[in-house]
């Protein structure tokens, strides 16, 4: 079987649309949360940052802006750990799936 032949069984076997359609799906919602957090954050930075500034509490130098910032990093790392828990999980099954299928 040639490369060319292989390929075309991959393309037509229906796992394989499955894992393109969902592997693109959560990327491109994940993508959409990680790109939207961080946009509205600048945005919040350029038109409206008396709203970072202002304090915790009475007396306090650490801002609100300081704890928002850290919680757009950490949720950043925690998308790509849910990216990567779909990735070595249920999108390596239906990938091990094709290639077994079209190998037969």
Same mark, same amino acid.
């Given at each position: 079987?040639?490369?060319?032949?292989? *390929?075309?069984? +991959?393309?037509?076997?229906?796992? &394989?649309?499955? =894992?393109?359609?969902? $592997?693109? $799906? #959560?990327? +491109?919602?994940?993508?959409?949360?990680? =790109?939207?957090? *961080? *946009?509205?954050?600048?945005?919040? !930075?350029? &038109?409206?940052?008396?709203?970072? $500034?202002?304090?915790? %509490?009475?007396? %306090?130098? =650490?801002?609100?802006? !300081?704890?928002?910032?850290?919680?757009?990093?950490? !949720? %950043?790392? #925690? #998308?790509?750990?849910? *990216?990567?828990? &779909?990735?070595?999980?249920? &999108?390596?099954?239906?990938?091990?799936?094709? +290639?077994?299928?079209? #190998?037969?």
């Amino acid at each position: 079987m040639s490369d060319s032949d292989t *390929y075309a069984r +991959v393309r037509q076997n229906p796992k &394989f649309h499955e =894992l393109v359609k969902k $592997r693109t $799906r #959560l990327a +491109v919602t994940l993508s959409v949360i990680v =790109l939207g957090s *961080y *946009y509205c954050f600048m945005m919040i !930075v350029a &038109f409206a940052p008396e709203i970072l $500034r202002t304090p915790l %509490s009475e007396g %306090s130098n =650490l801002t609100v802006g !300081v704890p928002v910032g850290a919680a757009i990093i950490v !949720v %950043s790392w #925690l #998308l790509t750990g849910l *990216y990567s828990h &779909f990735a070595n999980g249920e &999108f390596e099954e239906l990938n091990k799936d094709v +290639v077994r299928e079209v #190998l037969e």
